[in-house]
């Protein structure tokens, strides 16, 4: 499906509110409620718009411990790259996990309760895991900026 300018204003408004009605979304973005629904529709079945979420304020729901980890593997045998993508994938700390280049192998942003919570983490589950080399943890100290859409 090619995103056409339409859609990209239908996006950009979604991003900003994903609770819109239908027909209010359809004045913001100037087009039909019919023509506007059809759009969604188009753009969630060619797998663009994948869902709608809430955002939630970390400290408010009491996760205060905020860090990003550099983890390298010792080697990248299949067995140990599928079990970690797959264990790391179920923890609910781990927000995100992106495969990089560079010195680590892969970086993980993890919110959690408290240090405690942290150390649980490490302790009772990463180091754990097998081909696990090294796991290097830089702390938050501020949020400047958090994504709050894609820049379409």
């Known amino acids: 499906?090619?995103?056409?300018?339409?859609?990209?204003?239908?996006?950009?408004?979604?991003?900003?509110?994903?609770?819109?009605s239908n027909q209010d979304l359809a004045e913001r973005v100037g087009m039909?409620?019919?023509?506007?629904?059809?759009?969604?529709?188009?753009?969630?079945?060619?797998g663009i718009l994948q869902g709608y979420t809430a955002r939630i304020d970390p400290p408010a729901a009491g996760l205060t411990f905020h860090a990003v980890l550099h983890v390298t593997l010792t080697r990248?045998?299949?067995?140990?790259?599928?079990?970690?993508?797959?264990?790391?994938?179920?923890?609910?700390?781990?927000?995100?996990?992106?495969?990089?280049?560079?010195e680590a192998d892969y970086h993980l942003r993890v919110l959690c309760?408290?240090?405690?919570?942290?150390?649980?983490?490490?302790?009772?589950?990463?180091?754990?895991?097998?081909?696990?080399?090294t796991v290097r943890t830089n702390l938050v100290l501020k949020e400047i900026k958090r994504a709050a859409g894609l820049p379409l």
């Not at 023509?35 to 969630?44: Q, T």
């Not at 990248?76 to 560079?102: D, L, N, Q, S």
């Not at 309760?113 to 302790?123: G, K, M, R, V």
């Open 32 to 46: 039909s409620a019919s023509a506007c629904w059809r759009r969604v529709r188009a753009l969630e079945e060619a």
């Open 113 to 133: 309760a408290d240090l405690d919570a942290y150390n649980q983490l490490l302790e009772g589950f990463l180091f754990r895991l097998p081909g696990i080399a």
């Open 76 to 102: 990248h045998e299949e067995a140990h790259v599928e079990t970690f993508i797959r264990e790391v994938g179920a923890r609910p700390e781990v927000i995100e996990c992106f495969a990089t280049t560079g």
């Open 1 to 20: 499906m090619m995103i056409e300018d339409q859609d990209r204003r239908i996006l950009r408004a979604l991003q900003e509110d994903g609770r819109i």
